[in-house]
């Protein structure tokens, strides 16, 4: 890949997980156990599912199983360690009620997660997202115009019109489970149990209260 992108206002580093003096194993330890912190995971599994890996704050509160605060710190260590960015959207066509800022990959963050293997499970996210159950406003956030990632991000998420074997058969025995299960995000399935019955104090997105 060619010159990182370089989130705004932070400047990059060589690798934000150690200097030239830590050792290549003690730098991959720190980054493994950065990125499968809980709270990390959730949000890098909801960009890489999300139909244009770039997610509004909402969307990304809507999808992670945590609330707004836990979410924000998060972004913030994530944005802080140089793999995400908060790209901003500046085109005169947005419409009211659009959101203007989503959080995406840098060319860091894209060549981290190649390294660790999280991209060869996009295609299973996306197939996980798309059936979800998404609330008016979450659908107009996912519908608003948005900014271009750079373009080595965006071919990273480039999928073949035919996966390979091994992509396959990874798409065809564990989506469904996934589906079914929901475990993933902190959203319904689009087509939710009619039996299932939900607890009085149970968090809910906030649109689907009124």
Known sequence: MSERTKPP??????????????????????????????????????????????????ELEYLVPKNRSTIDEHLDRLEGKQLLAKYEYTGDESAQNEPTEFWGFTEFGIELLYDFDYLRYVPVLRVVQDHLYVTE???????????????????????PEEMDGENRELLETEHSALVEGGQLFDAPPVDPDPDAETEGDADRPIDELF
Do not use: C, W
């Open 9 to 58: 206002g932070t400047p990059v580093s060589d690798n934000p997980f150690g200097d030239e003096d830590t050792l290549s194993f003690e730098r991959q330890r720190q980054a493994h156990r950065f990125l499968t912190q809980e709270t990390r995971y959730y949000i890098i599994q909801a960009l890489l599912g999300h139909p244009h890996h770039l997610a509004s704050f909402d």
């Open 137 to 159: 406003k979450i659908q107009r956030h996912r519908d608003a115009r948005r900014p271009d990632l750079p373009e080595s991000v965006a071919e990273a998420f480039d999928l």
